[in-house]
Structures are given as structure tokens and as C-alpha cells.
């Protein structure tokens, strides 16, 4: 797949594209609190849009490790403002809705939103695949989390990580397929129920999901703890670690960074598109 339709209109995917993090939340692991209103939100938009961000992942609720979970009526009161406001200002902007409940992600589609970043694969609520079976044309990021973001690190257990996320994939792929929707993401969930192994493992056979199943694939690796662990950084020491295994995620297929430092990560695609012509 080298377009996602985002509601009518066009994501070109030929070359990886950055998806930016804008994270409405007080608690979030590296920057939250940073943004606490409209007016924040919008000098970020146009920070990350200026940079080089084909997306903008907008998110209400934390789901680091041990998060407390955010009632649904605060999720939408965090971002259905900033939505309306970042569509009024930048018009073209395809912005995601990251959240596991379907009624946020139908307020935020309404609002001007054009694709859900769901972190629980519609397991947190059963309405989630749906609202995905009624939209069609909405594309969908189908992340895999061992256990709930509350417990998820406490003992995560595979026996062979990379084959289980991708009997997973193949499964719920299988399910939305049957639902009628064609434009999916796949994303291996670093952080999300896995120990440092576990994450690198998967980065090195990120090639396989996209490989196996012919979807574009997003890594979400942006200082988090697989590189703070290594490095024994705090994530706002961490973007040197990023930008390194962005490069690896690249030269693994991946479609999509998800990263909270556009500009860095647009250079190592350019480093990346360089590489690829000589």
C-alpha cells in the first residue's frame, strides 16, 4: 500500500512519512503538561507542520506504564477543542485521534480528524471496530499491547515475541478486513507490554509485518524506555538514542515514525532517501 485515504483525502506513503506527537495530557511520560491550551497545541501544530509532520497524532489520555485511566467526557474536553482550532488555522493538516474509546474517536472525526490510533486494537471497547465497520474510509493504526497500560510492564511474557505480534496482526487484519476496512497501519506496540529485549527484538525483524501482510507499519519509539534503559537517560536526554533507531526502523520497512521531535527525525529520512540512491 503506498496511499492511506484519510476520509477523501491522500497520504502519499512512497517515502516514510513523520507522524508528530501532540500530547494533550498533564502526565504523559516525556511531555506532559507541556501543553495546556489551544493556544499551545496550535504554536505546536504549526512547529510540527512547518518541520516536515505529514500527521499529527492527537492524544487525550496517557497510556504510559502505570497511567491512571482519564474519564471519557476529560479525553474529549482535551482534544476535541484543540481539533477544531488546528483545523481552522491549517485546513490540509490529517490529524489522528489517539485514544481506545469509539465515542472520542467519533467526536474527534467529527471535529476534523481523519484516522484513530487505537492503542488497544478495539479490545478496551468492543465499539471501536464498530464505528471502523460504519466509517470505511477512515484508516485505522492496529497496535499490539500485552495487558492494559496500568499492568502491561509488570512481567510481560512471550515465547517468541516477533511470530506472536504477527499471529496477532494477521488475526485482527483478518477481522477488519471482513468489516470492509482496506486502510491499515500495523504497529508493533514498543513499550506497550514488552521488556527492552522484547523491543529490540521487533525492531530488528520489523521488516516481517509488512513483508507478511503488505501493510505499511508505524514505529513508535520516540525516547522511550528501550532506549532510556540502555543509554540510563531520562527520555528528555534520549533523542540521540531516537534518531539512531530511527534509521534502524527505516532501514526495516518502517512507513511511519511516530516522533515527539519532527525536524530530527525529517533529517534522518532525508539521510535514509539518500542512502536508497547510492
Not at 97 to 114: F, N, P, Q
Amino acid at each position: 500500500m503506498q496511499s492511506l485515504n484519510c476520509r477523501g483525502r491522500l497520504l502519499d506513503l512512497s517515502t516514510p512519512v513523520i507522524m508528530g506527537i501532540l500530547n494533550l495530557t498533564p502526565d504523559s511520560f516525556y511531555d506532559g503538561g507541556r501543553l495546556t491550551t489551544v493556544d499551545d497545541a496550535l504554536r505546536q501544530a504549526e512547529n510540527m507542520l512547518s518541520a516536515g509532520a505529514a500527521i499529527l497524532d492527537i492524544g487525550g489520555a496517557s497510556t504510559r506504564p502505570g497511567a491512571t485511566e482519564v474519564a471519557e467526557t476529560e479525553e474529549i474536553r482535551r482534544v476535541l477543542p484543540a481539533i477544531a482550532a488546528i483545523i481552522k488555522r491549517f485546513p490540509e493538516t490529517i490529524l489522528s485521534i489517539d485514544t481506545w474509546r469509539a465515542a472520542v474517536a467519533r467526536e474527534a472525526l467529527d471535529a476534523g480528524a481523519s484516522l484513530i490510533n487505537d492503542v488497544s486494537a478495539g479490545k478496551s471497547d468492543a465499539g471501536m471496530y464498530h464505528l471502523l465497520g460504519m466509517l470505511k474510509q477512515t484508516p485505522y493504526i492496529l497496535m499490539h499491547m500485552q495487558g492494559a497500560p496500568q499492568t502491561m510492564q509488570q512481567n510481560p511474557v512471550y515465547g517468541d515475541v516477533v511470530q506472536e505480534v504477527l499471529d496477532f496482526f494477521i488475526a485482527e487484519v483478518g477481522k477488519l478486513r471482513a468489516l470492509g476496512i482496506t486502510d491499515i497501519v500495523l504497529d508493533p506496540g514498543f513499550g506497550f507490554g514488552k521488556t527492552v529485549a522484547h523491543n529490540f527484538q521487533l525492531l530488528k525483524n520489523l521488516h516481517v509485518f509488512s513483508a507478511v501482510t503488505g501493510l505499511p507499519v508505524l514505529a513508535g519509539i520516540s525516547r522511550k524506555s528501550m532506549i532510556c534503559k540502555v543509554l540510563q537517560v531520562k527520555p528528555e536526554h534520549a533523542l540521540n538514542g531516537t534518531t539512531a533507531l530511527h534509521m534502524v526502523a527505516l532501514q526495516q520497512g518502517a512507513t511511519i515514525l511516530r516522533a515527539h521531535d519532527v525536524r530530527e527525525a525529517r533529517e534522518v529520512i532525508r539521510l535514509w532517501a539518500e542512502l536508497q540512491e547510492h
